[in-house]
């Protein structure tokens, strides 16, 4: 990570986001801060933590660490004076690998759990913006949509108890633009970096393009390739395959907003 | 790691050396098998290995992971059919924090500590094949001696009970090259990557150049540029300063010789 430093304006729209959040607000926070990092959250008892770290070690595309809060730890470092049990809009809590809950305020949980460790691992909005900043359409974003997410046939290097199938969001791109789309993308290697897959969605294992297993169905419109980045939501399925007895994770698209610019992590 | 593959006859090389270092040679591991990856190692016990994943997560520069063999694995992924325990020339043992042995064997410690978890990571010597090809010169090559090693007054990001500071490795550089050397090892983040100093060696925290406290004194020339990268001896200096009550590292300059290219890790 670079010593690049947040605007005051963008400062000022991180902290007040998550003061909001903080008080109850719920929105999703894609375009919140433009230019800073969002994270996704993983949380899970100390006794996991290990494998959580060499599972990320090892599928460092899909889970890029930003950064590790040990037991006892809920202040992020990328953002002072935050709490990570309750300054994200939108929780998940999973028991035994199924979703059990989910809740603007986390703090039940770390006070039934007060052993969690939390990974807050990259997300894709940070490459988005350099797409956007460089004239590449985001088509989700062009239709007011969630990005389209795919499970795929392609497992993860497992860890431990840790196992499962990596996710994949796809972005479709003009041709002309695939490459420069690569390029931008593969500068942020902290969140996701270059695709891992560009066009024929059945060699990934995804049968129907049309049918994602998140997020909203695809515009595609004529010339563009489908273009297929390692997703945060990785993790999730991952704990939906291994099935520990506990863990908390942000809800899709509402991240956790940090204070640091996207550009800490370029290349 | 992308999968560039290495030649037949680099093969050929690593796995001869590495069948003479288990049959007891002991020798230095510089220039081995050329273009192919070497490794540091480090084990721990199981209960250590959330905070050594951690403390390298957290100080990427100096201790790039390139793989973690769980307790109970010897085998490398990166050189297949190798042996950790053996497959290294020599090897130190550490216990609270002191160096006990030095050996050529480590399956005893393995024995003792059947719960040793190891950490393979990334060396020097990859980037300073990329600067020769460069036609950088490398001094301490030149003049057939161990590059210096300097403790530093920068404290690594602690991480638990491991805490200690950054150890770097200086190569004079002429004025003339240093940027094209801050390129070509920047190439190769997963391996040190880019220098963390060039010049001033007092700021560092470093009183006297020429007594490094690892390695060989240096060999300055005119117009020559001190430039210092993370080192993976850092490691071992959190082992001495955090006293974990057992320890196996290799010893100095005597590596572990993969199968994969350097080629695998650049950018």
Chains 1, 2 share one sequence.
Not at 41 to 54: G, H, K, Q, R, Y
Not at 59 to 67: F, Q, S, T, Y
Not at 118 to 128: D, K, N, P
Not at 181 to 197: K, L, M, W
Request: glycine share 8%.
């Amino acid at each position: 990570m670079s010593a690049a430093a947040a605007t005051a304006a963008q400062l000022a729209q991180a902290r007040e986001a998550r003061a909001a959040y903080r008080a109850g607000a719920v929105a999703p926070t894609s375009g919140v801060a433009h230019g800073l990092v969002q994270a996704n959250l993983i949380a899970l008892p100390a006794d996991w933590a290990f494998e959580t770290l060499l599972f990320a070690q090892r599928n460092p595309k899909p889970m890029p660490v930003l950064e590790v809060l040990e037991a006892g730890r809920v202040e992020s470092r990328l953002a002072p004076g935050s709490d990570v049990r309750t300054d994200i809009p939108a929780y998940r809590v999973w028991r035994d690998g199924e979703l059990a809950d989910e809740t603007t305020d986390a703090s039940a949980a770390w006070e039934e759990h007060p052993d969690l460790v939390a990974f807050l691992i990259g997300c894709s909005f940070t490459f988005e913006a350099g797409l956007v900043d460089d004239g590449i359409p985001i088509r989700h974003r062009e239709h007011d949509r969630n990005v389209p997410m795919y499970r795929t046939s392609t497992a993860c290097a497992p860890a431990g108890r840790l196992h499962g199938e990596l996710v994949v969001s796809m972005r479709p791109i003009p041709a002309s633009r695939v490459a420069d789309a690569v390029t931008i993308s593969g500068r942020f290697p902290a969140v996701h970096g270059a695709p891992v897959h560009i066009g024929d969605p059945g060699s990934l294992g995804i049968a129907d393009l049309s049918a994602p297993e998140f997020g909203d169905p695809p515009v595609m419109q004529d010339g563009d390739v489908p273009v297929f980045w390692a997703c945060g939501v990785t993790p999730q399925a991952a704990i939906m395959a291994s099935r520990p007895p506990f863990a908390v994770t942000h809800a899709p698209g509402h991240m956790f907003v940090t204070d640091v610019p996207d550009a800490a992590y370029a290349l």
